[in-house]
Antibody
Framework: EVQVVESGGGLVQPGGSLRLSCVAS????????MNWVRQAPGKGLEWVSL???????YYADSVKGRFTISRDNSKNTLNLQMNGLRLDDTALYYC?????????WGQGTLVTVSS | AVVTQEPSLTVSPGGTVTLTCGSS?????????PYWFQQKPGQAPRTLIY???NKQSWTPARFSGSLLGGKAALTLSGAQPEDEGEYFC????????????FGGGTKLTVL
């Protein structure tokens, strides 16, 4: 059975940092293109970052230079290091895979940036 | 790139509706690997269609994906009340930056 579980969200002050993790079971993270997607309250889905199977990484302009995506193949885990957090980074953050088996999503982890 | 979807659509129970997903860069092709996601209030999105036409194991048979008139399309045939929700498409622009762009979503009402 496939499971995707995000963690690491929380309340942080502007300028602070958080590290999100996404643990997958039932499929291999490194064999899928892995995305971080966020959804601000009442808004649509916003693509944040992608790590391809070959390791190339991409970021939305809104987070470029502040966020870093990575994966730990030994733990079958996807990570997102978020630095310099801003008020408009407040959102539910999802991990979403894309691969030969289609796409799997977790339930998300909430990041709230507030003073 | 900007990906466009109908902001809202209404379908009668048992009826058929087609949602579309267009790209500002031109015609959507299979090379954009269109994905369709369904999201209900308070829930995480779930994938219904990937790579234009492929269904996940949990995708009801009444949903189908295609390319139609230069856009990606999601057709719902025989709408059920439980199909009400928000539908998002995702297009891939491999080699581009950003390589992934979501549409703004279509709020589907079954009424």
């Amino acid at each position: 059975e496939v499971q995707v579980v995000e963690s690491g969200g929380g309340l942080v002050q502007p300028g602070g940092s958080l590290r999100l993790s996404c643990v997958a079971s039932g499929f291999t993270v490194s064999s899928n293109h892995m995305n971080w997607v966020r959804q601000a309250p009442g808004k649509g889905l916003e693509w944040v970052s992608l790590i391809y199977t070959d390791g190339r990484t991409y970021y939305a302009d809104s987070v470029k230079g502040r966020f870093t995506i990575s994966r730990d193949n030994s733990k079958n885990t996807l990570n997102l290091q978020m630095n310099g957090l801003r008020l408009d980074d407040t959102a539910l953050y999802y991990c979403a895979s894309q691969g030969l088996q289609g796409g799997y999503w977790g339930q998300g982890t909430l990041v709230t940036v507030s003073s | 790139a900007v990906v466009t979807q109908e902001p809202s659509l209404t379908v009668s129970p048992g009826g058929t509706v087609t949602l579309t997903c267009g790209s500002s860069t031109g015609a959507v092709t299979s090379g954009h690997y269109p994905y369709w996601f369904q999201q209900k209030p308070g829930q995480a999105p779930r994938t219904l269609i990937y790579d234009t036409t492929n269904k996940q194991s949990w995708t009801p048979a009444r949903f189908s994906g295609s390319l139609l008139g230069g856009k990606a399309a999601l057709t719902l045939s025989g709408a059920q009340p439980e199909d009400e929700g928000e539908y998002f498409c995702l297009l891939s622009y491999d080699g581009g930056d950003p390589p992934r762009v979501f549409g703004g979503g279509t709020k589907l009402t079954v009424l």
